[in-house]
């Protein structure tokens, strides 16, 4: 089973920019999806934006398209997140998942995802 760990989180302006990153081990990235996802306060976990094994699909939710970009670096085990024009309502922990192995499906049901990280906190200031 591997591991998880995110970083890269903090406190920015609204407008502002941040690029978080999720390094894995105990697993073979490259032959695992990849997802993103946020949880605020009181509110449902949900997906942000999905990756495929090698990168060449994403997927993003309707609210963060055009300002949020994933990808992924499978020689150094690292997923990563820019994230630019930040709203107030992007605040959250934010959190890098996978499935259980053969996972290649590109999806933002956090319900098909099994292992999680710790999460990293976005807050983001109007």
Same mark, same amino acid.
């Given at each position: 089973?591997?591991? $998880?760990? =995110?970083?890269?989180? /903090?406190?920015?302006? *609204?407008?502002?920019? $941040?690029?978080?990153?999720?390094? *894995?081990?105990?697993?073979?990235?490259?032959?695992? !999806?990849?997802?993103?996802?946020?949880? !605020? %306060?009181?509110? =449902?976990? =949900?997906?942000?934006? &999905?990756? #495929? %094994?090698? &990168?060449?699909?994403?997927?993003? *939710?309707?609210?963060?398209? /055009?300002?949020?970009?994933?990808?992924?670096? @499978?020689?150094? @085990?690292? $997923?990563?997140?820019?994230? @630019? #024009?930040?709203? %107030? =309502?992007?605040?959250?922990?934010?959190?890098? *998942?996978? &499935?259980?192995? %053969?996972?290649?499906? +590109?999806?933002?049901?956090?319900?098909?995802?099994?292992?999680?990280?710790? &999460?990293?906190?976005?807050? +983001?200031?109007?």
């Amino acid at each position: 089973q591997g591991q $998880l760990v =995110e970083s890269g989180g /903090g406190l920015v302006q *609204a407008g502002g920019s $941040l690029r978080l990153s999720c390094t *894995a081990s105990g697993l073979t990235f490259d032959d695992y !999806a990849m997802g993103w996802f946020r949880q !605020a %306060p009181g509110k =449902e976990r =949900e997906g942000v934006a &999905g990756i #495929s %094994p090698s &990168g060449s699909r994403t997927l993003y *939710a309707d609210s963060v398209q /055009g300002r949020v970009t994933i990808s992924r670096d @499978n020689a150094k @085990n690292t $997923l990563y997140l820019q994230m @630019n #024009s930040l709203k %107030p =309502e992007d605040t959250g922990m934010y959190y890098c *998942a996978t &499935g259980r192995w %053969p996972f290649k499906t +590109v999806t933002l049901d956090p319900r098909r995802y099994a292992y999680w990280g710790q &999460g990293t906190q976005v807050t +983001v200031s109007s």
